[in-house]
């Protein structure tokens, strides 16, 4: 297993932390709003409703983009050398500065959102400022973890297999970002604003979606370990399942250069690209470490960590079921993405619980800790099924109130059980925040 180091490593992988549960913090206080702007009888009398569009772009670029890649910042960190401890200060600091202004963005005067997909955007110099810096502290981020990694070494170990993952998502993050800015520099720029956003963030969103695979695939393994399963995964044959979803990534330059940008063939392939390349990989490490899991018995001392596990396989694999069943623009597809974004969310919060006391935190309660993760993924799981419910009755995405046209009983009532798994959520993502920041209280030293 890694050795979690002290020193240097610690105090910036912990900076990498804080910035990712500040963003899950201010994500959640959104979240509020989200859930009751869409949830029946609530919806008709809530104050904000117009506020729900504006609210959810901020929400999904916190909980999502910025919480993944904090976290992946934590895991490039600490398995890194010290070398350019500097470049990976400026990483961080420019990163959490971007994230300020994204999240402020909105009392700032930011408005005009725009619902495109992966990185939605308020159409305004503010925001878009925002996102700039964040993508540039990423960007240092990646460089800093392509150069400091050691992804070569002893082929049999444990830990070389795992950190070639890890070198593997950098890789994937640092073509997100070309991919990105080749965008930009290709698109017409006389498109509508809401084309043009999602054309610009369409081949990036999905590289940066196999990354987010990378990471969670590292931390499935971590916390197997942590939780002291007796995990039967030969360094060869992980190095074997990354590579997969490297040779996958690889093939984005050849889309973005022989096809143009919001054609059908651009969108289909890089949505095509995204499906098979992540599924052989997720599926080969999910049926190792079940085997695991069914085999060994856990001590109670981990079983929160058990409980993560367990909870970020079932919503990853729920979410990407449902993936197959996305049939028009409706809300199944919201089920999908629900799913396995929290099946990563779900495995970065267990690996959470691990890192806290060898940051210098105290242990999490492991008896809130457990229960935590399995609200959490319950509530999701009760979300996510009541979505994909009125996904089959037609209701659309990105809309609320009277919008969703809830007219029959059975319309109202698989959005009522999205409602109340999504208040089931929160109230897991909320014990989540109590429970780490209880262990973060003031006092102990990184």
């Given at each position: ?7 240097k ?7 990498w932390m804080?910035l ?23 919806q ?6 117009d506020?729900f ?8 670029d ?7 890649i ?54 305004d ?5 925002g ?39 950098a ?21 509508n604003a ?8 369409w ?18 393994v ?15 044959t ?18 973005i ?12 392939q890089?949505?095509?690209?995204m ?43 729920a979410?990407?079921a ?27 919060m ?9 940051f ?42 009277s ?5 029959t ?18 109230i ?19």
């Amino acid at each position: 297993m890694f050795e979690v180091f002290e020193g240097k490593r610690r105090r910036l992988a912990a900076g990498w932390m804080i910035l990712g549960i500040a963003s899950l913090l201010t994500a959640g206080l959104l979240a509020i709003l989200l859930v009751l702007s869409r949830t029946p009888k609530i919806q008709d009398v809530f104050p904000l409703i117009d506020f729900f569009k504006v609210a959810l772009v901020v929400h999904v670029d916190l909980s999502v983009t910025i919480w993944f890649i904090a976290f992946a910042g934590v895991l490039w960190t600490l398995n890194g050398s010290e070398s350019l401890m500097g470049l990976g200060y400026a990483a961080l600091y420019v990163s959490a500065f971007g994230t300020i202004i994204i999240a402020l963005s909105p009392f700032l005067g930011a408005w005009h959102p725009l619902m495109n997909n992966y990185v939605p955007v308020l159409d305004d110099r503010i925001f878009l400022w925002g996102v700039v810096i964040f993508f540039s502290g990423l960007t240092l981020l990646l460089l800093r973890a392509l150069l400091c990694i050691p992804c070569c070494g002893e082929a049999k170990t444990e830990d070389r297999a795992q950190r070639y993952g890890l070198y593997v998502g950098a890789i994937i993050g640092l073509l997100a970002m070309f991919t990105l800015l080749w965008t930009y520099l290709s698109i017409p720029k006389d498109s509508n604003a809401l084309r043009y956003y999602e054309l610009l963030f369409w081949g990036g969103g999905h590289l940066l979606q196999m990354l987010d695979t990378a990471i969670m695939l590292t931390a499935w393994v971590w916390l197997a370990r942590a939780a002291g399963l007796a995990l039967k995964l030969p360094p060869k044959t992980a190095i074997i399942l990354f590579s997969i979803l490297l040779a996958a990534s690889l093939y984005a330059p050849t889309i973005i250069l022989t096809q143009q940008a919001g054609s059908w063939q651009y969108i289909h392939q890089f949505t095509e690209l995204m499906k098979w390349g992540i599924g052989a990989p997720v599926i080969g490490f999910a049926l190792l470490i079940m085997a695991s899991l069914l085999k060994t018995k856990i001590e109670d001392n981990k079983s929160h960590l058990r409980a993560a596990l367990i909870s970020s396989m079932l919503l990853f694999g729920a979410g990407g079921a449902i993936g197959f069943m996305i049939s028009g623009i409706n809300v199944t597809i919201p089920a999908h993405y629900h799913g396995v974004i929290v099946g990563v969310t779900l495995s970065f919060m267990g690996l959470t619980y691990y890192l806290l006391p060898r940051f210098g935190f105290s242990e999490p309660v492991v008896k809130f800790a457990k229960i935590q993760a399995y609200i959490y993924g319950a509530g999701q799981l009760l979300h996510i099924t009541g979505l994909a419910w009125g996904g089959g009755y037609g209701i659309q995405r990105k809309v609320t109130g009277s919008a969703q046209g809830l007219d029959t009983f059975k319309k109202a009532a698989s959005m009522g059980l999205m409602g109340i798994g999504g208040l089931v959520a929160i109230i897991g993502g909320f014990l989540f925040l109590i429970v780490v920041l209880t262990a973060m209280r003031p006092g102990k030293k990184f």
